[in-house]
C-alpha cells in the first residue's frame, strides 16, 4: 500500500500525477485527507481524499509520499501524525518520497543527513544535512525527492519502477505516451 498525504494547498499536479501512474502501474494508493476529507490544493482544486490519517495501516505500508506546495508543505509538517509516520516509515526502511517543498520536511525530520537530494529551487538550506543537487528526481535509498512540479510525472515514475519493476513503469510510460525525459 502506498499513502499520499493531502494536506489544504498541496501541489495538485505532484499529488494526483504519482497516484494516477502507480495505480495504472496496478499498486494499491490511498490518498490520505490530513485537513479533512475534502481537501483543497492550491490551484483550488478540491481532491475527496480516500481516507483519513487515523485509517492508515504502516504495517502494510509500501511507500509515504509528500506532495509539495504552500501552504501544503507545511500544513503537512505541523501534523504530528504525517512526520510520526514518515519517522516510522523510515525507520522501518519503508519508501519516503516528496516533491518539490515536501523534501524539506525529511530534512527537519533528520532524515537526509548524508543523503543526496532535490527539492525546489531555494529550499536547499532546508534539506538540512543533504547533498542537495540539481537533478528532477533522486534516489538515495529508501529516500525519493524531487524537484516540483514539472517533474511529477518523472516522479510518478521512477516511484512505479521500485514498486513493480522498471519494465512495467515503462510499459506504462509506453502506454501514456509519455515522452522519454533527457534527463530524471
Known amino acids: 500500500m502506498v499513502y ?23 499498486v494499491e494508493v490511498r490518498t490520505v485527507g490530513v485537513t479533512g476529507k475534502t ?5 483550488g482544486i478540491c481532491v475527496e481524499a480516500d481516507i483519513l490519517p487515523e485509517a492508515v495501516s504502516l504495517e502494510d505500508a509500501q ?8 501552504p501544503g508543505t507545511p500544513n503537512l509538517e505541523k501534523d504530528a501524525r504525517v512526520t510520526e509516520a514518515v519517522k516510522n516509515a523510515h525507520a522501518q526502511g519503508k519508501y519516503i518520497a516528496a516533491i518539490c517543498a515536501a523534501p524539506s520536511v ?5 532524515l537526509l543527513k548524508g543523503k543526496t537530494a532535490t ?8 534539506l538540512y544535512g543533504a547533498q542537495p543537487v ?17 517533474r511529477a510525472s518523472d516522479f510518478g515514475f521512477l516511484l512505479a519502477g521500485l514498486l513493480v519493476g522498471g ?18
Open 4 to 26: 499520499v498525504y493531502l494536506a489544504e494547498g498541496f501541489e495538485e499536479i505532484e499529488a494526483l500525477a504519482p497516484v494516477d501512474i502507480l495505480r495504472r502501474c496496478g
Open 39 to 43: 481537501v483543497a490544493g492550491a490551484h
Open 63 to 70: 511507500m509515504l509520499i509528500l506532495p509539495g506546495g504552500i
Open 106 to 110: 525529511f530534512g527537519h525530520l533528520g
Open 119 to 126: 527539492c525546489y529551487p531555494g529550499f536547499e538550506t532546508e
Open 134 to 150: 540539481e537533478d528532477g528526481v533522486v534516489c538515495d535509498g529508501n529516500i525519493i525527492t524531487a524537484k516540483g512540479a514539472g
Open 167 to 184: 519494465e512495467k513503469a515503462l510499459e506504462i510510460r509506453k502506454a501514456m505516451q509519455y515522452a522519454e525525459a533527457e534527463e530524471n
